[in-house]
């Protein structure tokens, strides 16, 4: 279905029609189901993490602002994700279980033993073929040991102040779960050394220096690639914004 047969229907919805909305919510019931399997159940009932995922798609319908250069999907899925933490949040059951801590130490020592021997970060395939296990596992393991908010922390060892996403941004962009979704898109279309960069630099709060010896090349160039890679998210937020 094309964007704009969709926005017309959501406009409908908006406007009080509840049985375009429930069309709209029965034609992205495969989104929520996608998000929830990404959240896992962490000890609740299916059902109800089913629920509230679509709770958070018919908020989705009812905020999307057509004018904003951002596909409905593309809006949907933080909404969806910001309602499922709410619950977690509510019922205080947010866990890690034991076999995925025990995997996430194994990967910590793995990914430190091969950084040794390839004077470099491993990849999460290298990673994976070291331990045997699917990639998959091995992201979740990564993913779980980390906060939530990364592109919101206090960024440590940076020359500059505040967040990463701050240094993205700069002051006319709004730190929203959109444009955080829409950096993720972005990050995962640049080169590898750049993105690897910015993963040791902003989410390993390794120094300059420290990126510089893993990966056999200066403090000064590896300074030159970060501006660069930030300067070109920057420029893809605001070519997002301007749209």
């Not at 909305?21 to 992205?28: R, T």
């Amino acid at each position: 279905m094309c964007e704009e047969n969709i926005i017309s229907r959501i406009l409908l919805a908006q406007g009080g029609d509840m049985e375009v909305q429930a069309g709209i919510v029965a034609d992205n019931l495969n989104l929520v189901r996608s998000v929830v399997q990404r959240f896992g159940l962490r000890g609740e009932e299916w059902d109800d993490l089913f629920q509230t995922g679509c709770i958070g798609l018919i908020k989705a319908i009812q905020r999307f602002d057509h004018t904003r250069a951002v596909r409905f999907s593309t809006y949907a899925v933080p909404m969806i994700i910001g309602e499922l933490k709410q619950y977690f949040r509510d019922n205080q059951k947010i866990h890690v279980s034991r076999s995925l801590k025990d995997l996430a130490q194994r990967v910590r020592m793995t990914e430190r033993s091969l950084e040794d021997k390839l004077k470099r970060a491993p990849t999460v395939q290298e990673i994976a073929q070291e331990l045997c296990v699917a990639p998959a596992d091995i992201t979740e393991a990564m993913e779980s040991q980390r906060g939530v908010s990364s592109l919101d922390e206090p960024q440590r060892n940076s020359d500059d102040a505040g967040t990463l996403l701050e240094m993205i941004s700069a002051d006319t962009v709004r730190p929203d779960d959109i444009e955080r979704l829409f950096l993720s898109e972005q990050l995962a279309m640049m080169s590898c050394r750049d993105r690897e960069i910015l993963t040791m630099r902003f989410w390993r709060d390794r120094t300059q220096q420290e990126v510089a010896k893993k990966l056999g090349i200066s403090q000064v160039q590896v300074s030159r690639l970060e501006k660069k890679a930030i300067l070109f998210l920057r420029k893809k937020v605001l070519e997002m914004k301007n749209n």
